[in-house]
C-alpha cells in the first residue's frame, strides 16, 4: 500500500516544466551527465556535493535512452541524439527523474526493514507510509537531486549497523563503511551518520576497549576504499575535492540564509510540521524518549544519536534550505512509529497491529492530500506559464532576455539573451543548443550563485536588455536588497524599464513555483545607479 501511494505521488507532476528546465540545480546534474559520455570519461567535471553516485546514475540512464531511441528509429547518431537533445531534453530528464523515484521506493522498503531489524516492524511500516505520503518527501523524489540516493545508502549503512551491535563482526562493519563511503561520495554531509556503525561496534565490544580503535580505523579505510572507487578525482586532483567541498560552504544565500541556532532549529521544526511529517512529527521526541527510557540501545546508538548530531549538524550552517530534511528524514518517521507502535500495545496489547495501521494510515491521508495538490502544482510551474504567455503574444523577430533554460522558447522566431555572470548577456540561442561549454557556465556562476539577471556585472546590463524579459528571480533580490543593493538594482532597471504585461504567480493546488514576470521593455535603459 505505501508503494503504491508513493508510486502515485512520485509521478504525478513528474513532467513538470518540461521541454524547459525550470529547477535551480537539475541542469547542473543533467548536462555534467551528458559530459561524461560525450567525453568518454569517469571524471566529472564538477564534484560539489561531490554527486558522483548521481551523476554515475545519470550517464547510466541517458546511454539507455541512447540505446532505447536507436533502436526505436528515433535517431542513428550520437550527434544527432545530442541534437534532439539541446531542442527537447525531457527523454533523459524523464529518465533521470524516474530513477530517483525508484531510489525513493527503496528507501522507503530500507527504512521499513530497519524499525524490523531494531525490533518493531510496524514501526518500520508507519515510517514507510509516512515518508510515501510526506509532500517533502515526494517532491525531492521527483526531481534529480543527490538528496534521495544518499539516503537510501546511509540507511542501507545502518542496516548493517544492527548486524555490527548485534555480532560484533568485522566484516558487518566493512559492509556499513563501504555504504557509507558511498553515501559521502554522494552527498558531504553523510558522513555524519558514520556514527551509527562506529557506536555500534563500540556497543559490540563494549567489555573489550582495545577493539575500538580498531574497529574505528576499519570503518574508516572501508569508507575511504568506496569514495577511492566511486572518487577518481580524489586520489587524481585532490586539491580540486578540497576546494568543491569549501566552495559547498556558502557564507550566505539569497532566500536561503538563516538566522542563530534557535531560529533555523525552529524554521525546520515548522518544515518539519507543514510539509514533512505533519501531526507525527509530534511522536518523534516521544520515540526518542521512550528509547532512552527503555536503554533500548540499538534504537539509541543507531537511530538516535546520528539523528541528532545530523539535525546539529544542519542547524550549524549559514543557510537553511527545506530539501536538506530528507537525509534525516527516514529515521525521525522511525522515532514516530516506534512511538506509535509503544503507545498500541500499551492500549492493545498483543492485538495492537491494527490499531497501528488505523493510526498510521490517518496521519498519513492529510499528508498525502498535500502532496497530490503539490504533484499538481509542480505540473504546472508559473515559468512554464509564463513561457506559454511568450509564444502566444510576443512578435516574432523580437529581441527577448530569459533567466532560466525555457527550450520551448526555440521554437520562436526570436534573438535571444540569457545572463552569463561577468560578461553580462550572452547568445540563449547558442547556450540552450549546447554551444556554450558548461565549464565556461561554471565559471562564470563564480560558485556561489545562479546565472541570473542579479548576479552579471552591473556595467554590462545593456548586453542584456532587450524588447522583452522573462525574469523568476526578481522577488528573492529585492526582498533582500539592504544585503545584496547591486543585484537589486539590476532587477529593478528592468522591472523600471519596461511594463509588465503577464504577472505569474503560484497557486496553491493550480501552479507552483517563483513569480514570474514577463516585461515588455522600453527602448532604452532607465536613468539608474549602474548607469
Not at 551523476?55 to 534532439?84: M, N, P, S
Not at 560552504?249 to 518539519?272: C, E, I, M, S
Not at 516574432?396 to 520562436?412: Q, Y
Not at 545562479?450 to 525574469?471: E, F
Request: hydrophobic share 55%.
Amino acid at each position: 500500500m505505501a508503494f503504491l501511494l508513493a508510486g502515485l505521488l512520485r509521478t504525478h507532476g513528474i513532467g513538470q516544466g518540461l521541454p524547459g528546465l525550470y529547477d535551480p540545480d537539475e541542469p547542473l546534474f543533467i548536462i555534467n551527465a551528458i559530459e561524461l559520455l560525450a567525453k568518454q570519461t569517469l571524471m566529472p567535471g564538477w564534484f560539489g556535493h561531490p554527486g558522483i553516485t548521481t551523476l554515475y546514475l545519470l550517464a547510466a540512464c541517458d546511454l539507455l535512452v541512447f540505446l532505447g531511441g536507436r533502436a526505436a528509429g528515433l535517431w542513428a547518431t550520437t550527434g544527432e541524439f545530442a541534437t534532439q537533445l539541446y531542442a527537447d531534453p525531457s527523454a533523459i530528464v524523464l529518465a533521470g527523474r524516474t530513477a530517483i523515484v525508484a531510489l525513493s521506493l527503496a528507501v522507503m522498503a530500507t527504512t521499513a526493514r530497519l524499525g524490523a531489524r531494531l525490533g518493531d516492524a510496524p514501526a518500520g511500516l508507519v515510517a514507510a507510509m509516512l515518508l510515501a505520503a510526506s509532500p517533502l518527501h515526494s517532491e525531492i523524489s521527483s526531481l534529480v537531486r543527490t538528496d534521495i540516493m544518499v539516503s537510501l545508502f546511509s540507511l542501507l549503512a545502518m542496516l548493517a549497523s544492527v548486524s555490527v551491535a548485534q555480532h560484533g563482526r568485522r566484516r558487518d562493519l566493512i559492509v556499513a563503511g563501504l555504504w557509507m563511503g558511498t553515501a559521502v561520495s554522494t552527498k558531504w554531509p553523510g558522513a555524519v551518520l558514520a556514527l551509527a556503525p562506529l557506536a555500534a561496534w563500540i556497543w559490540a565490544w563494549r567489555q573489550d576497549r582495545r577493539q575500538w580503535l580498531r574497529g574505528a580505523l576499519l570503518l574508516g579505510g572501508a569508507m575511504l576504499l568506496a569514495m577511492a572507487v566511486l572518487m577518481p578525482p580524489l586520489w587524481l586532483r585532490p586539491l580540486d575535492v578540497w576546494a568543491a567541498l569549501i566552495n559547498e560552504v556558502q557564507p550566505a544565500h539569497v532566500g536561503a540564509t538563516g538566522g542563530n541556532w534557535l531560529d533555523k532549529f525552529l524554521w525546520y521544526l515548522a518544515v518539519l510540521w507543514d510539509r514533512g511529517l505533519g501531526w507525527a512529527a509530534l511522536l518523534i521526541p516521544v520515540g526518542a524518549a521512550l528509547a532512552m527510557q527503555r536503554r533500548a540501545m540499538p534504537v539509541v546508538l543507531i537511530l538516535l544519536l546520528p539523528t541528532v548530531a545530523l539535525l546539529a549538524l544542519l542547524c550549524s550552517q549559514t543557510n537553511v534550505w527545506q530539501r536538506w530534511l530528507v537525509l534525516p528524514m527516514p529515521m525521525l518517521s522511525l522515532l514516530a512509529g516506534l512511538a506509535l507502535s509503544a503507545v498500541a500495545r500499551a492500549v492493545r496489547g498483543a492485538r495492537s497491529g491494527w490499531l497501528v495501521a488505523a493510526a498510521g494510515t490517518a496521519l498519513s491521508i492529510p499528508l498525502a492530500w498535500s502532496a497530490w495538490q503539490d504533484g499538481t502544482a509542480r505540473g504546472n510551474p508559473t515559468q512554464a506559464r509564463a513561457v506559454a504567455f511568450m509564444l502566444n503574444n510576443v512578435p516574432a523577430g523580437s529581441r527577448i532576455t530569459v533567466e532560466m533554460l525555457a527550450f520551448p522558447l526555440l521554437k520562436g522566431n526570436w534573438s535571444i539573451r540569457y545572463p552569463f555572470g561577468p560578461v553580462g548577456c550572452v547568445d540563449g540561442r547558442a547556450l540552450l543548443a549546447g554551444k556554450v561549454n558548461y565549464d565556461d557556465a561554471a565559471g562564470a556562476q563564480k560558485g556561489k550563485q545562479k546565472l541570473v539577471l542579479g548576479t552579471i556585472n552591473p556595467a554590462r546590463i545593456a548586453s542584456c536588455w532587450a524588447d522583452y524579459a522573462i525574469i523568476h528571480d526578481a522577488d528573492r533580490w529585492l526582498n533582500e536588497a539592504s544585503r545584496y543593493p547591486q543585484e537589486a538594482a539590476v532587477y529593478r532597471a528592468f522591472i523600471d524599464g519596461g511594463t509588465i504585461i503577464g504577472d505569474f504567480r503560484a497557486i496553491h493546488g493550480v501552479s507552483a513555483g517563483p513569480r514570474t514576470l514577463v516585461i515588455k521593455l522600453g527602448p532604452e535603459l532607465p536613468p539608474s545607479p549602474l548607469r
